[in-house]
Antibody
């Protein structure tokens, strides 16, 4: 059974930094591209970033480009999202999601971790 | 910010059929990119419901069906049940944004 377990969320001041982790199990992590998707309180889903199987290819939504960095450690089956210069509008539940091979979509989602940016 | 447009809400009585539309543009659905649907029940993470326009992952009942035409797509739920209540999001890929895009979301209410 695929399991994706996010951690690292919490309360951070505007301008601060935070690193999220997503521990994967139940599948061959190194064989799948991975993503981060977020959901602001009471709002819809917003794709944040993706990373290729080897980690050499990354893409970001314009809203986080230059402030967030996605990475992965295939030896630890873990996905990361390093967030810098956080803003109030970054407040959201952050989900890690596994890409469905052959399709531009996500077939497994974690339970999410809440990031709150507030003074 | 959402690139794909959905109706805010749809409702129906138990057993009825409801449909949710998803309208995109020439840089996403109209470019040939597939449409996928995700279901988010209250207080839970999203779950893939339909992929590749009309395919159901293992375990998804055949009450759920999807279709795509031109720059739009739709999700149909037949035999509506109380535990279908939740939010439904269409999703695709956009070549102008070079990223994944979601619909605005539709809340399904069972009367």
């Amino acid at each position: 059974e695929v399991q994706l377990l996010e951690s690292g969320g919490g309360l951070v001041q505007p301008g601060g930094s935070l690193r999220l982790s997503c521990a994967a199990s139940g599948f061959s992590f190194s064989s799948y591209a991975m993503n981060w998707v977020r959901q602001a309180p009471g709002k819809g889903l917003e794709w944040v970033s993706d990373i290729s199987v080897g980690g050499g290819g990354t893409h970001y939504a314009d809203s986080v480009k230059g402030r967030f960095t996605i990475s992965r450690d295939n030896s630890k089956n873990t996905l990361y999202l390093q967030m810098y210069s956080l803003r109030a509008e970054d407040t959201a539940v952050y989900y890690c999601a596994k890409k469905l091979t052959g399709y531009y979509t996500f077939d497994d989602w974690g339970q999410g971790t809440l990031v709150t940016v507030s003074s | 910010q959402s690139v794909l447009t959905q109706p805010p809400s749809v409702s129906g009585a138990p057993g009825q059929r409801v449909t949710i539309s998803c309208t995109g543009s020439s840089s996403n659905i109209g470019s040939g990119f597939d449409v996928h649907w995700h279901q988010q029940l209250p207080g839970t993470a999203p779950k893939l419901l339909i992929f590749g326009n009309s395919n159901r992952p293992s375990g998804v009942p055949d009450r759920f069906s999807g279709s795509k035409s031109g720059t739009s797509a739709s999700l149909a739920i037949s035999g509506l049940q109380a535990d279908d209540e939740g939010d439904y999001y269409c999703q695709s890929y956009d070549s102008s944004l070079n990223g994944y895009v979601f619909g605005t979301g539709t809340k399904v209410t069972v009367l």
